[in-house]
């Protein structure tokens, strides 16, 4: 079955404790790309990937890192994760370019 | 800067009805529109996308109206059913060397039975 598929789907940590959100999609997608959904916001669009070790800045990067070292995989890092950062995360992927994308069943983010 | 204004924000629509959502976009290098649908507890799942070449794309009882001139496109689904009930939301991308998604806000409908 064509999937991605987000870990954790729930997290509730401190405010400064590094965290990963793995994503990993089993479609061989070139393209890879992460956001974040906040109520009245929509989503945004935080990391891109076109393909592997080529990333680019979405419209709200600041705060978090990611990295493409294999097609499959695109994990989210938050370094020094702020309450501001609580949300829900979404990856998504496509064949090429970004779109249709496919999207992941979220990850709820909590930072106290 | 809001680069794709989605509207209204929520619709209420009695079954059998039809539901219309609106989107306007500044950036004329975008030419790539789609719609997704989102249920709650769910990721958003492409419905119907359209590229500016043409002025109208139907799916189903999903179409896509689009002016290029206006910089307006719009989902229209017809016969609307209490599972369609759900959070829509527009987007539009440009190729090139920018790979940027950007949404709309989102519009809540509720189609009721």
């Known amino acids: ?112 | 800067q809001q680069q794709v204004k989605q509207s209204p924000q929520s619709l209420i629509v009695q079954k059998g009805g039809i539901s219309i959502i609106n989107c306007a976009y500044e950036n004329t290098a975008f030419d790539y529109f789609p719609w997704y649908q989102q249920f709650p507890g769910k990721g958003p799942a492409l419905l119907i996308a359209i590229r500016p070449d043409v002025s109208e794309k139907k799916e189903g009882r999903f179409t896509i109206s689009f002016n290029k001139s206006a910089k307006q496109f719009s989902l229209h689904i017809m016969d609307s059913q209490p599972g369609d009930s759900a959070t829509y939301f527009c987007a539009a991308s440009s190729g090139g060397s920018n790979y940027k998604l950007t949404f709309g806000k989102g519009t809540l409908l509720t189609v009721n039975p």
């Open chain 1, 1 to 112: 079955e064509a999937q991605v598929t987000q870990n954790p789907r729930y997290l509730i940590t401190v405010t400064g404790k590094k965290l990963t959100v793995t994503c990993s999609q089993n479609m061989n997608h070139e393209y890879m790309s992460w956001y974040r959904q906040d109520p009245g916001l929509g989503l945004r669009q935080i990391y891109y990937s076109m393909n592997v070790e080529v990333t680019d800045k979405g419209d709200v990067p600041e705060g978090y890192k990611v990295s493409r070292k294999e097609k499959r995989n695109f994990p989210l890092i938050l370094e020094s994760p702020s309450p501001n950062q609580t949300s829900l995360y979404f990856c998504a992927s496509s064949r090429q370019g970004p779109g249709p994308q496919h999207f992941g069943d979220g990850t709820r983010l909590s930072i106290l």
